[in-house]
């Protein structure tokens, strides 16, 4: 299978920044789609951002102007610039991928969750 790591997360103040990273690993064949999402105390998980193999990204209105996701296809990984953070940002945020593992007979799909790092945005 694949798993995700994240990393990055921490305490900031307001207006400050943070950058997040997820890096995939396992016998990885592609990987389609990456993205955050993030779930804060009470509420639903919500997509953050997500970004195509191809470097397409997507973002949810709250966060467009303010955050960047990309990513290197070489070395599996994601990445969230976070700029401009707010008290509103503070949540738990999760990495996922779709795609293609190799196993002894074949290729399988995957579709895996990080498990999550804090990110809190307090004076």
């Known amino acids: 299978q694949v798993q995700l790591v994240e990393s990055?997360?921490?305490l900031v103040q307001p207006g400050g920044s943070l950058r997040l990273s997820c890096a995939a690993s396992g016998i990885i064949f592609s990987i389609?789609?990456?993205g955050w999402y993030r779930q804060a105390?009470?509420?639903q998980r919500e997509l953050v951002?997500?970004?195509?193999?191809?470097?397409?990204?997507?973002?949810?209105?709250?966060v467009k102007g303010r955050f960047t996701i990309s990513r290197d296809n070489?070395?599996?990984t994601v990445y969230l610039q976070m700029n401009?953070?707010?008290?509103?940002?503070?949540?738990?945020?999760?990495?996922?991928?779709d795609g293609e593992?190799?196993?002894?007979?074949?290729?399988a799909s995957f579709d895996s969750w990080?498990?999550?790092?804090?990110?809190?945005?307090s004076s």
């Open 101 to 107: 593992y190799l196993r002894n007979y074949g290729r």
């Open 41 to 43: 105390p009470g509420k």
């Open 74 to 76: 070489a070395r599996n």
């Open 49 to 62: 951002a997500a970004i195509t193999r191809g470097g397409n990204p997507n973002y949810a209105d709250s």
């Open 8 to 10: 990055g997360g921490g």
């Open 84 to 97: 401009s953070l707010k008290p509103e940002d503070t949540a738990v945020y999760y990495c996922n991928a």
């Open 114 to 121: 990080g498990q999550g790092t804090q990110v809190t945005v």
């Open 32 to 34: 389609n789609v990456m």
